[in-house]
């Protein structure tokens, strides 16, 4: 009888051979309006202007029946929402803001992994009801720090299974888009350091973005649920920044090989000694659950958020 860790492995192959099963279909949803560059004297307006494309979308939405869209945009748009860029087009894309963005001293961006759509965005288990679990522990923990949150859903995540999710290619693409957003906020606010948080295939682009960030106030990069950053050594990220890795002990993520061959995997696993990250406690939980509320996971991860390195607990 094969071992649960050959299943995985055959099964995460498996995805190579496979081919997209849903049928193309016109895309119904209008592309988002051209939106100011991003800087502190446009942040507003960035603002406003996000707003009015979720707004046109959700009308949309609601014209061609997409139920699942109109839950979502409609809760997009209740009071004191805030999103840096949004699309529709496709499984969608935001990047929604929790806290002053302005004025902090510590920024975290929540790069998240496969399955992340407009559709399941504010769910606890993916990237926007993750961040503001980690805005809440964050403010809890440490009530007069001047922390933001960024719910990053800022690139074509793959589904699972697929080619997409054990191969580099979006985490390239996504790479690029994480840059350019860092490069704006900056922009924004010149003295905060950032966290990047970095769940499952977000691991790969934060990998891949590592090197071209460096010159940014990056001072934090926690790896969790990772498959890999197609580097071997935490040296090799081309980065000042700390890295970080937990693995919840009932992660699947822990019976998938971590190989690298002709493009397909991701390489050395961030949590192996071999690896050179620091080590932090994950907890118990799922592949799912680092967010968590509740969670040591999530305790870890705010802290590290909060550059507070001293009370993270080690694995």
């Known amino acids: ?22 049928a193309g279909h016109a895309e119904v949803y209008a592309p988002p309006a051209t939106a100011p560059a991003l800087s502190a004297s446009t942040l507003d307006a960035r603002y406003q202007a996000t707003g009015q494309d979720i707004t046109r979308a959700l009308v949309t939405a609601e014209r061609v029946r997409d139920e699942a ?14 999103f840096l860029s949004f699309d529709p087009r496709g499984n969608g894309r935001a990047v ?34 993750g961040s503001r679990a980690l805005y809440r522990q964050a403010s809890a923990d440490v009530p007069r720090a001047r922390i933001a949150v960024i719910a990053w859903l800022g690139y074509d995540t793959p589904s699972m299974p697929s080619v997409a999710a054990v191969t580099s290619g979006r985490a390239e693409d996504g790479a690029h888009g994480l ?21 499952s295939y977000g691991s790969v682009v934060c990998g891949k973005a590592a090197r071209h960030i460096a010159r940014l106030p990056v001072d934090e990069i926690a790896l969790f649920g990772s498959p890999g950053t197609t580097v071997e ?44 990250a ?26 590290i958020a909060l550059g507070r390195d001293a009370e993270v607990t080690h694995a």
């Open 278 to 303: 620091l080590r932090f406690d994950a907890g118990t939980g799922p592949h799912s659950g680092y967010l968590k509320p509740g969670s040591r996971a999530l305790r870890n991860l705010a802290l």
């Open 179 to 199: 840059g350019r957003l860092l490069t704006g906020v900056h922009r924004v606010n010149g003295h905060a350091r950032f966290a990047l948080l970095c769940h």
């Open 233 to 276: 050594h935490a040296s090799g990220l081309g980065t000042s920044a700390r890295v970080w890795a937990g693995r919840a002990k009932g992660d699947w993520m822990r019976y998938v090989p971590n190989v690298r061959f002709a493009g397909l995997g991701f390489g050395a696993d961030p949590v192996s000694s071999g690896f050179g």
């Open 1 to 22: 009888m094969p071992s649960v860790r050959t299943t995985v492995a055959a099964a995460v192959l498996a995805a190579t051979g496979s081919t997209t099963a849903a």
């Open 96 to 129: 929604e803001v929790l806290g002053d963005l302005e004025h902090a001293d510590r920024i975290a961006v929540v790069v998240p992994g496969a399955d992340n759509t407009l559709a399941n965005y504010d769910s606890p288990k993916f990237v926007g009801g």
């Open 69 to 82: 869209r109109t839950r979502a945009l409609s809760a997009f748009l209740a009071p004191g929402r805030r």
